[in-house]
């Protein structure tokens, strides 16, 4: 038998092989997954431990599931995002470091007490979720279009529930509709992670991200679908004094800013992902 060192250098040679960008990260994650062993414990007493052979034949598996390109977000099941944690797999958009952004963005700008919240295009909930864990009293309301999304946005709500963050609820809908719009009342904010990506631009994307539901990545001929109906449909519901905020693709900010400023959107402020990139417009309706 294999010591669980061999078996975790294995792993990782492995991923090395199908070109993996984090091989000794996303080994370490799996590794931790079957074994629930950390990486101190891993280097403290790995040399020395060896592995029941169905732990390592999971381990492997999953190995190779990863290899193969499957999003280890998705081979995990579970993912952390801010202090949360959240379910997510096939059929949803992983929530990712960049989105915090927009998350952290909202909850300083908005002002009033005990808000009414609406997160478009929600996912998994991570922007509704993450909000309402960050501005207490706010209510917030996630729309998500899609079944197998909305599976995962109704697992997470019970999840984080469990987690003290509560006052999120679900609604099926397509917000490009007015008809779904109308049944909205007036509220003191609207964020949103919508899909933005050019529909051409799809098919260059990176295997591994194409795995992910088209539904939650393209944003029209020129990716501005959304932001479009963002500012014709939704800005008219937000008090005056409210905030609107959305996550941005590279490059977007000066046409997501113009769409926003016309529908009546003042005190425009981008924000900057960790990679310096602007990832997120906000606003003030006046």
């Not at 280890?72 to 960049?98: C, K, N, S």
Request: proline content about 5%; charged content about 20%; aromatic content about 6%.
């Amino acid at each position: 038998m294999r010591t669980l060192q061999m078996i975790y250098t294995q792993g990782k040679q492995r991923l090395q092989k199908a070109g993996n960008e984090s091989p000794a990260f996303d080994a370490m994650c799996l590794f931790t997954h079957v074994f629930r062993m950390d990486r101190q414990a891993l280097l403290l007493r790995g040399g020395a431990m060896q592995a029941a052979p169905e732990q390592e034949a999971a381990f492997f598996a999953l190995i190779e599931e990863r290899a193969n390109g499957r999003p280890l977000q998705y081979i995990l099941g579970r993912w952390p995002f801010l202090h949360l944690e959240l379910t997510m797999g096939e059929g949803v958009l992983i929530a990712r470091e960049d989105t915090a952004v927009l998350v952290e963005t909202a909850a300083e700008l908005i002002q009033a007490e005990q808000p009414a919240v609406l997160d478009l295009c929600a996912g998994t909930g991570a922007v509704g979720l993450g909000l309402a864990s960050l501005v207490p009293g706010a209510r917030v309301t996630c729309v998500e279009r899609y079944a197998p999304a909305f599976a995962y946005l109704q697992q997470n709500i019970g999840l984080c529930r469990e987690q003290g963050v509560a006052n999120v609820s679900a609604v099926r809908g397509d917000v490009l509709s007015r008809t779904f719009a109308a049944s909205f009342g007036q509220v003191d904010a609207v964020v949103s992670n919508p899909p933005y990506i050019e529909t051409a631009v799809l098919p260059t994307l990176q295997a591994e991200v194409q795995r992910e539901p088209r539904t939650a990545l393209d944003g029209g001929e020129d990716g501005l679908l959304f932001y479009r109906a963002l500012a014709d449909i939704w800005v008219p519901k937000i008090k005056p004094g409210g905030v609107i905020a959305v996550e941005i693709g590279e490059g977007q900010e000066a046409e997501v800013s113009r769409l926003f400023s016309a529908a009546g959107i003042e005190r425009i402020q981008l924000k900057k992902d960790c990679g310096d990139i602007i990832r997120v417009v906000a606003g003030f309706k006046k």
